[in-house]
């Protein structure tokens, strides 16, 4: 149907209801980044979050091991058609792309300039909503326009291709770096090492 937002994902043949809201999506997203997390754990928090019938994560962990008869379910839950249906719905029924080039923004990283521009097309503060649609969220950040987030996008993009940046370009990033450049995720034991320093470097420097 034209204009339906999809509350079910199909998975084999039966239907399950699944956690729509755009902060379930970016819950997921935030998994991938972790690079503590393997692949597998990656997916398996995927499917957690966005299927209704997996209560904890020990459900998707349990199903993405072996594989469980959900409740109402005929047959034993399918991770791989899962993990196509996640993909399918997260893309908002877009074919997938394959990613060749290195990415532009990070949903973590970028947050507070991401929901700036997205409050601005949607003429309201998305966060301060109860519930919000995956796919409405999405369509909102698709159509942001000239901002300060779509000027630092425009920059990583040149960045990333060897492009000549422009002379304000270069301005702002010289006093903008924090900001514009893209930071790796660092595992667990990185960042408590990166803390470990910091602290001793200001105690060093008073």
């Known amino acids: 149907m034209i204009g339906a937002l999809p509350e079910v994902l199909t998975v084999d043949g ?8 755009y902060r379930n999506v970016l819950d997921v997203f935030e ?47 399918p991770i791989d058609e899962a993990m196509k249906q996640i993909s399918w719905f997260i893309s908002a029924g877009q074919p997938e ?23 601005k097309v949607a003429g309201r503060e998305t966060r301060e909503l109860e519930y919000l649609h995956w796919w409405t969220f999405l369509g909102y950040f698709n159509e942001v326009g000239e901002g300060t987030f779509s000027f630092i996008v425009g920059i990583r993009n040149k960045l990333n291709k060897g492009k000549k940046l422009e002379k304000h370009e270069k301005e702002f990033l010289s006093h903008n770096k924090e900001l514009v450049l893209m930071k790796k995720p660092l595992t667990k034991e990185e960042q408590e090492q990166e803390d470990a320093y910091k602290s001793l470097l200001d105690e060093v420097l008073g």
């Open 31 to 77: 998994a991938f980044q972790n690079p503590d997390l393997s692949d597998v754990e990656k997916w398996e928090v995927a499917i957690y979050m966005m299927f209704e019938c997996f209560s904890c994560y020990d459900d998707a962990f349990e199903a993405a091991e072996a594989g469980f008869l959900v409740e109402g379910a005929e047959n034993a839950f």
């Open 97 to 119: 792309k394959q990613v060749l080039e290195q990415p532009t923004y990070n949903w973590t990283q970028d947050e507070q300039m991401i929901f700036s521009a997205v409050n």
């Open 14 to 21: 039966e239907e399950y209801p699944i956690r729509t809201d």
